[in-house]
């Protein structure tokens, strides 16, 4: 049978999420969990990848047993009892056996926190900006993403994907008040580094070093020159993963 399992992580001590030769990733960290509970490898497949330093609210990732698992709750119990403190498991549910956590996902959504201070409780889960940041104008050109259409100006180069085409359904910055502020994105899909990328631009509108027409220019020219530096990795959280109701068994 095939399984759903939805849980969080903290990336600050990880490699990325997914497992690597060089260093200590998500992935390899639960599936030595699960082969402890299983007593067997259990490959995971995660609904995406989130780099080193990145963070996930809600990631999902299926893998496949032999026989069904009657107690779900109690295997998720014991997994977080195994797992560090930086990872936790939130439910494991039966779905149908062409239920994919990477290619049945309708709809994702990230955040990126900012905050203008030093902060010693978000230090590695905001990024640190300098005050001022003009996010009336970071939300005006922001409304430029959205839509279905070639985000390769926010694209890491040199991936192997087959399209850069993303259907962007919002982009929105929010001052949460005390110089923290949260710019909340969501579409069906993400190009490698994408998130960080357009946050990195995004900067540059809101310092006054680019205008809204360049920001458009830059989404334009398809060319990841144009675009801004990628931000900072620590802002960066995966908050909400959209499947099909259908998949699910329960």
Same mark, same amino acid.
């Given at each position: 049978? =095939?399984?759903?399992?939805?849980?969080?992580?903290?990336? +600050?001590?990880?490699?990325? &999420?997914?497992?690597?030769?060089?260093?200590?990733?998500?992935?390899?960290?639960?599936? @030595?969990?699960?082969?402890?509970?299983?007593?067997?490898?259990?490959?995971?497949?995660?609904?995406?990848?989130?780099?080193?330093?990145?963070?996930?609210?809600?990631?999902?990732?299926?893998?496949?047993? $032999?026989?069904?698992?009657?107690?779900?709750?109690?295997?998720?119990?014991? /997994?977080? $009892?195994? /797992?560090?403190? &930086?990872?936790?498991?939130?439910? /494991? #549910?039966?779905?149908?056996?062409?239920?994919?956590?990477?290619?049945?996902?309708?709809?994702?959504? #990230?955040?990126?926190?900012? !905050?203008?201070?030093?902060?010693?409780?978000?230090?590695?889960?905001? +990024?640190?900006?300098?005050? $001022?940041?003009?996010?009336?104008?970071?939300?005006?050109?922001?409304?430029?993403?959205?839509?279905?259409?070639?985000?390769? &100006?926010?694209?890491?180069?040199?991936?192997?994907?087959?399209?850069?085409?993303?259907?962007?359904?919002?982009?929105?910055?929010?001052?949460?008040?005390?110089?923290?502020?949260?710019? +909340?994105?969501?579409?069906?899909?993400?190009? =490698?580094?994408?998130?960080?990328?357009?946050?990195?631009?995004?900067?540059?509108?809101?310092?006054? @070093?680019?205008? @809204?027409?360049?920001?458009?220019? !830059?989404?334009? @020219?398809?060319?990841?020159?144009?675009?801004?530096? &990628?931000?900072?990795?620590? $802002?960066?959280?995966?908050?909400?993963?959209? #499947?099909?109701?259908?998949?699910?068994?329960?």
């Amino acid at each position: 049978m =095939r399984y759903f399992i939805r849980f969080a992580y903290d990336g +600050t001590a990880f490699h990325g &999420s997914q497992r690597q030769p060089n260093g200590i990733t998500v992935q390899e960290t639960m599936e @030595k969990a699960l082969a402890m509970i299983f007593r067997e490898e259990i490959p995971l497949t995660f609904a995406g990848r989130t780099d080193a330093g990145v963070h996930a609210r809600e990631m999902y990732a299926h893998f496949d047993v $032999g026989t069904q698992i009657p107690d779900t709750g109690h295997i998720c119990f014991r /997994l977080n $009892g195994i /797992l560090p403190d &930086s990872i936790a498991i939130f439910d /494991l #549910y039966p779905v149908t056996d062409d239920a994919h956590a990477r290619f049945s996902a309708v709809r994702r959504t #990230y955040e990126y926190h900012v !905050v203008d201070h030093k902060d010693p409780f978000l230090c590695l889960q905001a +990024t640190r900006v300098r005050p $001022g940041l003009d996010f009336e104008a970071m939300n005006d050109a922001a409304q430029l993403l959205i839509g279905k259409q070639d985000f390769a &100006s926010f694209c890491r180069t040199n991936t192997d994907v087959k399209t850069t085409i993303c259907d962007l359904t919002r982009a929105e910055w929010k001052e949460l008040g005390n110089g923290h502020a949260v710019f +909340t994105i969501a579409a069906d899909r993400f190009l =490698r580094n994408m998130v960080r990328a357009v946050v990195g631009t995004l900067f540059e509108v809101g310092r006054g @070093k680019m205008t @809204k027409e360049q920001f458009a220019e !830059v989404i334009t @020219k398809h060319n990841r020159c144009a675009a801004g530096d &990628s931000a900072p990795a620590e $802002g960066l959280f995966l908050t909400q993963i959209d #499947y099909p109701q259908e998949l699910f068994l329960v």
